[in-house]
Every structure is written in structure tokens, then in C-alpha cells.
């Protein structure tokens, strides 16, 4: 049953019974007890599978069973034992499908046989894998030109599957790679290979245990990352400080009792994560970081605190100090103060902290990458980081915390729209051909070219296009008008009901399903956040034997699609360390790959800037000097004549992206509702509603096209003024198209304008 409004944030700590409760629910409910604890105690384990929920390092030596209630989830969600039926698509028009909700749809179970759909017939049939395969290929080739196609990809596909894709995509003729990072954490990837010369954090897990201060920037870590509270809360306990920038109170960051650590539940004992927790406001901490950089400056000319500002290790390593000096000097605390919301008082507390660490890490996800200025905004967190030389030693650095296990992986592997000319020399040298120079497009050009008709077929490697990408509206008719939509996919999601003419589902295996090929049992890797590389090997009979594994299905479409004479696509099938053999010509790093990957945990693939060589046209670490945006979309809604507020859209602790498990979010004190608007008590009263009054969500559009979320309830919680925020994807229809942060194209999820009106019942 829904509970009632006014909700209540719930106050235990986060962990604690109520996560060993959750977990417990979560593998019975899709496993069955036996075959999910049985599972589980193989997540991450060497001989095991990666866990398909986070991208969080493991332990380089531990062996234990990592704990996580959000892992359980992830993995059961997997492994349960229920499949679609095969008579759902005869007994069910497309039109009815379309009305079940996106949990109903992943409920029924796991896909277990190639479909194909098209316009003529109206529904969804069984194919053979050879017709399917065919007729793809078929329906590719037959396109003007390679560049009519986009190939995405979710973050989730191995290695191994990430690099036959792309050395399929590039062979057929096209850089068309979107993929899942261009709306996560693209932002960090342009911003650190501008500054220090590589696209990836610096730091390892062992860096954690060193860290005199660890700052946690726009992350919710108590829900996405869970296994990461273990680090902070070791951090806290050997007195290291936690300083957190987050406008909502997030419980995961207030408070955690470990499940694993039997005294703590046992006592209701809790350990607070973070020392210092600011409110910051939405799109506020590029203001912050320039503040603590303000005062450090202040302080080091006027000889307050010695040593505030590395002089030396700037000298020797970095470029354009002086210009970050003037524009430092041109942001006023004024300005500073507005942006962020925090008093100056504030941010020097933090910055005499900083000032007088040596070890310092900072960590960041989405809060910080889905704005319009979050590209300057990593590059201010890298300007403040490079100020004290917190960058390449150790129990420092900088670490963008990503999202899906394999998503840095993936990249690495050449899932890139805008390849590196050296990575396209080396693919066309090692398989004799000239792969595509013309860049590619990333996730929204790929929706702005299916709605201008240029891109025709959409092949989808996983992730579930229609609902994680922004506009929701626009992307339902772009897909429409395809000629060809192809998913390959665990599960029914709304992206396999909004169709081209053509489209077809290719039911794939999952992590936790043993993959058995010609040459016997197969293992495949993946990267984690830390640039670990290790191995995942499925424990679980498969659910089908109809099911294939996704570098087999990618080979499958290859062949017809590309022929065999540049690669063996039925060798490498067989046997996928002949996949790693090629990967090692190509991609830097994978010398020696099988044998690493099989020792051990993997190995750790390496990191320039973390060796304080710096990869960038300079050969130095550059400081950025842009100046803050000249007004946030907070105060530009501050300013609006109507009341008019900016919103975040985020994760619950029940969902995985678009797979929402619940409709509760235990720490935010929510059940049974999605639809859900958490807003401040003085907002509340600026907009002239009662806490649990029903509202319609309209962005403020600059396009004149009307973006309506209908019927949501308010709920009272705290946050800063002008800041509300409301789940993804149900908030999707909001975010605009064309509102993308500068240079990265990212969607800017957590920064749309917005009013309020009652709802019409
Ligand atoms: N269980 C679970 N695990 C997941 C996922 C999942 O959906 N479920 N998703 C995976 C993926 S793909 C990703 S990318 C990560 C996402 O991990 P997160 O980035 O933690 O995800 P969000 O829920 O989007 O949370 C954003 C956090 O940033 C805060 N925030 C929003 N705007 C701002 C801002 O302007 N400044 C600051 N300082 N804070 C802000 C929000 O209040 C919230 O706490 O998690 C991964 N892990
Ligand atoms: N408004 C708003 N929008 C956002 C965000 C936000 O914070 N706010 N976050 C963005 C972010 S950070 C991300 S990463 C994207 C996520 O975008 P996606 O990666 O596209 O979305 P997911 O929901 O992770 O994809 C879920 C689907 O993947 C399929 N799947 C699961 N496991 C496997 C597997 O092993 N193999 C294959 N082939 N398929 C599998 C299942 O069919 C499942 O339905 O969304 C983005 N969109
Ligand atoms: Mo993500």
C-alpha cells in the first residue's frame, strides 16, 4: 500500500538490518533461496562473475563476498527463474504491451528466443538466429550508407562483446557508436583527458586506506555504490575526514551500519560517513571548488597558512597557472556565495581543511557530469586538486565513479564515437582495412538524426534507448520512423515496443550464466572504475539453451554483415581468448592478456597522469581558467516572473536505471509511490501548495514544444531553496533535447527548468 503523504525520511542508518532484510526479499522472490545465495557468494569472487550492479573496484586481494544489497538485487534480478512466455506477443497487440508499466515488463522474466517484428504482420514472431542474422545484415547493407546505421551501447557488454562491436561497426563503415556514457560521465572523460591527459580517475582502492580526506561530489554511493561506503567508513574510522557536496541529505552519506559486521547490527550501532555535509545548490559546485581555490590563493599571498599552494609542483608540472591565478582572483565571493548557496564562512571551514591535508581524494558521479557547465566544473575540481599536487600520489587523485560495471571497459575496448586517429591506425593495420575517418554521433545527435531521417536503424547492444535517453516524446517518434531497431537484451523493456518497421530481439546470456562455446566454458573481462581488469565466468546454467552469448550474436550478424575475410568470426567464437589476441594488437595496455587476466584478480591496466606523466599536446598538467557561468539555472529560474524552480532527476534506492524493482526508497522514507516531487518547505509555500498536493511538472522550454510529467505529489524534504528533485525515467519527458552540457552533449539531467500546476484529476 502507498503511505500516506506527509512521508517521512526514514532515520535508521543506511545498511543496517533494513539492507540484509532487502537482500534476503530480493533473492528469494526471483531465485529461490538455494540457486541466489549460491549466486551470490560467486559475485566478484575470482573464479566468479563481476557483479553486473556497479562499477566499484573489488579488493585487489580479498576474496571475501563483497556485501550489497543493491548487488543482490542486480544480480537475482538476473538470475531469476521466471521467462516470458512464448505466447505473450500472440495473445498481446504491441498497443497492449505498450501499457504495462516498465516494472510489469521486466517482471515477466528473462527473453529466451530471437524475435522479429515487422509492420506488415503487427506482432512479434519467433525467428531462427539464421534468419534473424540474415536479415539484419540484409536490412544494413541495403542502407545508402553505413552512416544511416548507429550502433549503441549500454555500459554493461564485456570486453570482449565491446570490441567485436565496434571492429564490426568500423568494418561495415561507421563511427556511429552512442553509447550510455554520452548521458553519464562523458563530462569527465573530455574534461581529464583536456587537463592531465587521460580520460579515467587516478586513483586505486588502495589509495582509499591513505586518504587523509576524501570529498564525495553529486554521488549517492549509500544506493548506486553501496560498496564503497565500506571504504568511507574505514576512512572515518582511522580519522580521515568525508566531505560531501550533495543538496539533498542523503542517507547512505549521514550514517551506515555494516550488514557484515555482526556487532553493529547486533548493538544498532551506526557509523556517521561523512565529517562535513554541505547543501549545496543544484549546479553550485564548480562555485565551491573556485571558492576553496579562492581562499587557498588568498591565504598563500598573504602567508596565512605556509605551503597552501604547491608552487613547486606547479612549476615543474603545469601550464596556465597564471591565467587560473586572474580568473580566480575575477570571481567574487558574491558570486561564489549565490552560486553555491553556502556562506564564505562555508567553503573556507572546508578549504583550511584541504589546505592542511596531504592525501587527498575526489570522488564524483552524476551531481556533478549532467549539468550544462559540468565540463568546467571537473575541470575546477582537477584545478583545486593540482593547486596542492594531489594528482599521481599516493592516497590521492582524482575518481569519477562510473556507473555500469563494464562501462569504462567498454570505452576502452573503441566503443567511441570520436575514436582516437592512433586507435583507428592501429585496428586498420592489425585486420587490412581502412576503417571510417568521419566522426561518428553520439547518443542525442543519434536522436536529432533519426527525427531529421538520417540515421534509419538503430542497433541496440543492450540498454533500453527509449526510456534512459532524455525527451522522452521526441525519442518515441524518432524510433518510430526507423526502417530497422535490433536489441540484444536479457529482458523486455519499453525500447523493444517502440519500433522501426523492422525490429527484432535477440535474447542474450547473462553475467551470471555459464557461456559454453566450441572450445568449452568461456571467461570475458571487464574494466572497473580504478582500471582494474579481471576476469567473469557465469556460475549459472543458462535459463534457455536457445539463449547465445552476446560476442556470439555480434559475430552472427558480423558474418553476413561483413563476410569472414578479414576475421574468423566462427574461430573467435570458439574460443574467446582468440577475441584477447586481437584486442592485445590493438588496444595499449592488454600485452600478455590471457595469462594476466587469468592470475589472480586481473591486472591493473595503468594510468599515465597517475605517474604524473601527462598525456596532453603539452606534455603538461593544464589548468583550466574558465570563468563560472554567469548565472546557474537556479538563479536564472530565481528570477523568473512565475514561480519557477530547478529539478534533479535521480535514482531511487530501488531501481537499476530504467529497471525500477520497487516503488519504495527505503532512506527517503518513500513507499509505493514513483511519482514523487521532493520539495522544500519554502518552496512549497513560494508555489502555493500543501506538502502532498498532486502537481503536473512542465519544464520551462525554449523550443515552445510542451514537456508535461502529470500528476506527482509533493513531498516536504530538505533541500536547498529552488531545488527539487523527482526519479528518472518517469521524469524523462522533461529533459530537453537540446539541453546538453557544453562540450560533453550530455543530457542535462540534473538542471531543467520547471513550474508547478495542480493536477486535473
Ligand atoms: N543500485 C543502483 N546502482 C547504480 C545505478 C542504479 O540505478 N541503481 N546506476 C549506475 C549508473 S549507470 C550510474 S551513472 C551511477 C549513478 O550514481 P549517482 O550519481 O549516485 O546517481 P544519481 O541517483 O543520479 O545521484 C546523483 C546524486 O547527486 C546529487 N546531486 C544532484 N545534482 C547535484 C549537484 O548539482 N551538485 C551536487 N553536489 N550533488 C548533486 C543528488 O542529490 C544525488 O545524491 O550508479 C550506478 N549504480
Ligand atoms: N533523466 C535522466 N536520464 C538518465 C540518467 C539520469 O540520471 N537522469 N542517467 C543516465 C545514465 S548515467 C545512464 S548510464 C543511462 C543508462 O542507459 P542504459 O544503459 O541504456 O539503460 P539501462 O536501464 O541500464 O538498461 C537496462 C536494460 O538493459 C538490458 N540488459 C541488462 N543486462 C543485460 C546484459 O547483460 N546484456 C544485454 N545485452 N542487455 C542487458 C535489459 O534488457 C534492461 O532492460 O541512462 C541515462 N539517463
Ligand atoms: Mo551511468
Given at each position: 500500500?502507498?503511505?500516506?503523504?506527509?512521508f517521512?525520511?526514514s532515520?535508521?542508518?543506511?545498511g543496517?538490518?533494513?539492507?540484509?532484510k532487502?537482500?534476503?526479499?530480493?533473492l528469494?522472490?526471483?531465485t529461490?533461496?538455494?540457486?541466489?545465495?549460491k549466486t551470490?557468494?560467486?559475485a566478484n569472487?575470482?573464479d566468479?562473475f563481476?557483479?553486473?550492479?556497479?562499477a566499484?573496484?573489488?579488493p585487489?586481494h580479498?576474496?571475501?563476498f563483497e556485501?550489497?544489497?543493491?548487488?543482490?538485487?542486480?544480480?537475482t534480478?538476473?538470475?531469476?527463474k521466471?521467462?516470458?512466455p512464448?505466447?505473450?506477443?500472440?495473445?498481446?497487440s504491441?498497443?497492449?504491451?505498450r501499457k504495462?508499466?516498465?516494472r510489469?515488463?521486466?517482471?515477466?522474466?528473462r527473453?529466451t528466443k530471437p524475435?522479429?517484428?515487422?509492420?506488415?504482420?503487427?506482432?512479434?514472431e519467433e525467428v531462427?538466429?539464421?534468419?534473424a542474422?540474415?536479415?539484419?545484415?540484409?536490412?544494413?547493407?541495403?542502407l545508402?550508407?553505413?552512416?544511416?546505421a548507429?550502433?549503441?551501447t549500454?555500459?554493461r557488454a564485456?570486453?570482449?562483446a565491446?570490441?567485436?562491436?565496434q571492429?564490426?561497426?568500423r568494418?561495415y563503415?561507421?563511427n556511429?557508436?552512442p553509447?550510455?556514457?554520452?548521458?553519464?560521465?562523458?563530462?569527465?572523460g573530455?574534461?581529464?583527458?583536456?587537463?592531465?591527459?587521460v580520460?579515467?580517475?587516478?586513483?586505486t582502492l588502495?589509495?582509499?586506506?591513505?586518504?587523509?580526506?576524501?570529498?564525495?561530489?553529486?554521488?549517492n554511493?549509500?544506493?548506486?555504490?553501496p560498496r564503497?561506503l565500506?571504504e568511507l567508513?574505514k576512512?572515518i574510522?582511522?580519522?580521515a575526514?568525508?566531505?560531501?557536496?550533495?543538496?539533498?541529505?542523503e542517507?547512505?552519506?549521514?550514517?551506515?551500519t555494516d550488514?557484515?559486521n555482526?556487532?553493529e547490527m547486533l548493538?544498532g550501532?551506526?557509523?556517521?560517513?561523512?565529517?562535513?555535509?554541505?547543501?549545496v545548490?543544484?549546479g553550485?559546485?564548480?562555485?565551491?571548488?573556485?571558492?576553496?581555490?579562492?581562499?587557498l590563493l588568498?591565504?598563500d599571498?598573504?602567508?596565512?597558512?605556509s605551503?597552501?599552494?604547491?608552487?613547486?609542483?606547479?612549476?615543474?608540472h603545469?601550464e596556465?597557472?597564471q591565467?587560473y591565478e586572474?580568473?580566480v582572483?575575477?570571481?567574487?565571493?558574491?558570486?561564489i556565495?549565490?552560486?553555491s548557496?553556502?556562506?564564505?564562512?562555508k567553503?573556507?571551514?572546508?578549504a583550511?581543511i584541504?589546505a592542511?591535508?596531504?592525501r587527498v581524494?575526489f570522488?564524483?558521479?552524476?551531481g556533478?557530469?549532467?549539468?550544462?557547465?559540468?565540463v568546467?566544473?571537473?575541470?575546477?575540481?582537477?584545478?583545486v586538486?593540482l593547486?596542492?599536487?594531489?594528482v599521481g600520489?599516493?592516497?590521492a587523485g582524482?575518481?569519477?565513479v562510473?556507473?555500469h560495471s563494464?562501462?569504462?571497459?567498454?570505452?576502452?575496448?573503441g566503443?567511441n564515437e570520436?575514436?582516437s586517429?592512433?586507435?583507428l591506425?592501429?585496428?586498420g593495420?592489425?585486420?587490412?582495412?581502412?576503417?571510417p575517418?568521419?566522426q561518428?554521433i553520439n547518443?542525442v545527435?543519434?536522436?536529432?538524426?533519426?527525427?531529421?531521417?538520417?540515421?534509419?536503424?538503430?542497433?541496440?547492444?543492450?540498454?533500453n534507448f527509449a526510456?534512459a535517453t532524455?525527451?522522452?516524446?521526441?525519442?518515441?517518434e524518432a524510433?518510430?520512423?526507423?526502417r530497422?531497431?535490433?536489441?540484444i537484451?536479457?529482458k523486455l523493456?519499453?525500447?523493444?515496443?517502440?519500433t522501426?518497421?523492422?525490429?527484432f530481439?535477440?535474447?542474450?546470456?547473462?553475467?551470471?550464466e555459464?557461456?559454453e562455446?566450441?572450445g568449452?566454458?568461456q571467461?570475458?573481462?571487464?574494466?572497473?572504475?580504478?582500471?582494474?581488469?579481471?576476469?567473469?565466468a557465469?556460475?549459472n546454467?543458462?535459463?534457455?539453451?536457445?539463449?547465445?552469448?552476446?560476442p556470439?550474436i555480434i559475430?552472427g550478424?558480423?558474418k553476413?554483415?561483413v563476410?569472414?575475410?578479414?576475421?574468423?568470426?566462427?574461430?573467435l567464437?570458439?574460443?574467446?581468448d582468440?577475441?584477447?589476441?586481437?584486442i592485445?594488437?590493438?588496444?595499449p595496455?592488454f600485452?600478455e592478456f590471457?595469462?594476466?587476466?587469468?592470475q589472480?584478480r586481473?591486472?591493473?591496466l595503468?594510468?599515465?597522469?597517475?605517474e604524473?606523466e601527462?598525456v596532453?599536446?603539452n606534455?603538461?598538467a593544464?589548468?583550466?581558467y574558465?570563468?563560472?557561468?554567469?548565472?546557474t539555472?537556479v538563479q536564472?529560474?530565481?528570477?523568473?516572473?512565475?514561480?519557477?524552480?530547478?529539478l534533479?532527476?535521480?535514482?531511487?534506492?530501488?531501481?537499476?536505471?530504467t529497471?525500477?524493482?520497487?516503488?519504495?526508497?527505503?532512506?527517503?522514507?518513500?513507499?509505493?509511490?514513483?511519482r514523487v516531487?521532493?520539495?522544500?518547505e519554502?518552496?512549497l509555500?513560494?508555489?502555493g501548495?500543501k506538502?502532498?498536493?498532486?502537481?503536473?511538472?512542465?519544464?520551462?522550454?525554449?523550443?515552445?514544444r510542451q514537456?508535461?510529467?502529470?500528476?506527482f505529489t509533493?513531498?516536504?524534504?530538505?533541500s536547498p531553496?529552488?531545488?527539487l528533485a523527482?526519479?528518472?525515467?518517469?521524469?524523462?519527458?522533461?529533459?530537453?533535447?537540446?539541453s546538453?552540457?557544453?562540450?560533453s552533449?550530455?543530457?542535462?539531467?540534473?538542471a531543467?527548468?520547471?513550474?508547478?500546476?495542480?493536477?486535473?484529476?
Open positions: 500500500m502507498p503511505n500516506k503523504p506527509p517521512k525520511p532515520s535508521a542508518a543506511a543496517g538490518w533494513g539492507a540484509l532487502a537482500s534476503g526479499e530480493s528469494l522472490k526471483n529461490g533461496l538455494v540457486k541466489g545465495v551470490m557468494l560467486k569472487k575470482p566468479g563481476d557483479c553486473p550492479g556497479c566499484w573496484g573489488d585487489e580479498g576474496s571475501s556485501f550489497c544489497e543493491n548487488g543482490v538485487k542486480a544480480v534480478w538476473e538470475a531469476t521466471d521467462v516470458v512464448a505466447s505473450l506477443f500472440e495473445r498481446h504491441m498497443d497492449d504491451l504495462l508499466s516498465d510489469e515488463l521486466e517482471s515477466m522474466g527473453l524475435l522479429r517484428y515487422s509492420h506488415k504482420v503487427g506482432l512479434y531462427s538466429w539464421d534468419a542474422f540474415a536479415e539484419i545484415a540484409g536490412e544494413l547493407n541495403a545508402p550508407s553505413a552512416d544511416n548507429a550502433f549503441y549500454s555500459g564485456s570486453n570482449e565491446a570490441f567485436l562491436y571492429l564490426m561497426g568494418l563503415g561507421t556511429n557508436f553509447d550510455c556514457s554520452n548521458m553519464c560521465h562523458e563530462a569527465s573530455v574534461a581529464l583527458s583536456a587537463a592531465i591527459g580520460g579515467k580517475g587516478t586513483v588502495d589509495d582509499f586506506d591513505k586518504a587523509e580526506v576524501i570529498f564525495v561530489l553529486g554521488q554511493p549509500g544506493s548506486n555504490h564503497m565500506a567508513k576512512a574510522k582511522r580519522g575526514k568525508v566531505i560531501t557536496l550533495n543538496p539533498l541529505k542517507r547512505g552519506l549521514e550514517r551506515f550488514p557484515k555482526s556487532s548493538l550501532l551506526s557509523t556517521p560517513i561523512s565529517s562535513h555535509y554541505l547543501n545548490k543544484l553550485g559546485d564548480m562555485a565551491v571548488m573556485r571558492g576553496i581555490a579562492k581562499a588568498t591565504w599571498y598573504e602567508n596565512v597558512l605551503g597552501t599552494v604547491l608552487r613547486q609542483f606547479i612549476d615543474e603545469c596556465n597557472f591565467s586572474s580568473a582572483e575575477r570571481s567574487t565571493w558574491k558570486e556565495e549565490d552560486q548557496g553556502l556562506s564564505q564562512r567553503i573556507e571551514e572546508i583550511r584541504y592542511q591535508s596531504n581524494i570522488c564524483w558521479a552524476m556533478i557530469t549532467q549539468h550544462e557547465h559540468s568546467d566544473t571537473i575541470r575546477e575540481i582537477t584545478n586538486a593547486l596542492r599536487g594531489n600520489k599516493a592516497g582524482l575518481c569519477p562510473r556507473g563494464n562501462v569504462q571497459g567498454d570505452r576502452t575496448m566503443i570520436r575514436p586517429p592512433a586507435f591506425r592501429t585496428l593495420s592489425v585486420f587490412d582495412f581502412s576503417p575517418r568521419k561518428g547518443t545527435e543519434t536522436i536529432a538524426s533519426m527525427l531529421a531521417g538520417n540515421v534509419k536503424a538503430l542497433v541496440c547492444l543492450g540498454g526510456r532524455p525527451d522522452t516524446e521526441q525519442v518515441e524510433l518510430g520512423k526507423l530497422l531497431t535490433v536489441n537484451a536479457t523493456n519499453r525500447s523493444h515496443l517502440i522501426g518497421e523492422k525490429a530481439i535477440l535474447p542474450c546470456l547473462g553475467r551470471t555459464f557461456d562455446q566450441l568449452g566454458r571467461l570475458v573481462s571487464v574494466e572497473d572504475s580504478m582500471s582494474m581488469v579481471h576476469g567473469s557465469g556460475i546454467q543458462p535459463i534457455s539453451k536457445e539463449l547465445r552469448s552476446e556470439a559475430a550478424i558480423a553476413h554483415l563476410g569472414s575475410d578479414k576475421v574468423n568470426w566462427d574461430g567464437i570458439g574460443d574467446y582468440e577475441i584477447r589476441k586481437l592485445e594488437k590493438v588496444v595496455g600485452h590471457n595469462a594476466r587476466l587469468r589472480n586481473g591486472f591493473y595503468g594510468n599515465a597522469a597517475r604524473r601527462w596532453t599536446p606534455k603538461r593544464n589548468f583550466s574558465a570563468s563560472l557561468p554567469l548565472q539555472v536564472r529560474c530565481d528570477k523568473a516572473e512565475v514561480p519557477t524552480f530547478t534533479q532527476t535521480l535514482r531511487s534506492h530501488d531501481q537499476y536505471n529497471t525500477v524493482y520497487s516503488d519504495n526508497d527505503r532512506y527517503r522514507g518513500i513507499k509505493g509511490n514513483r516531487l521532493f520539495i522544500c519554502a518552496d509555500r513560494k508555489a501548495f506538502n502532498g498536493a498532486r502537481v503536473d511538472i512542465m519544464t520551462v522550454s525554449e523550443d515552445k514537456r508535461v510529467a502529470y500528476d509533493l513531498v516536504a524534504y530538505d531553496q529552488g531545488c523527482a526519479y528518472y525515467p518517469e521524469t524523462n519527458v522533461l529533459v530537453p533535447l537540446y546538453v552540457g557544453v562540450e552533449h550530455t543530457p542535462t539531467s540534473k531543467i527548468p520547471v513550474t508547478l500546476r495542480r493536477t486535473v484529476a
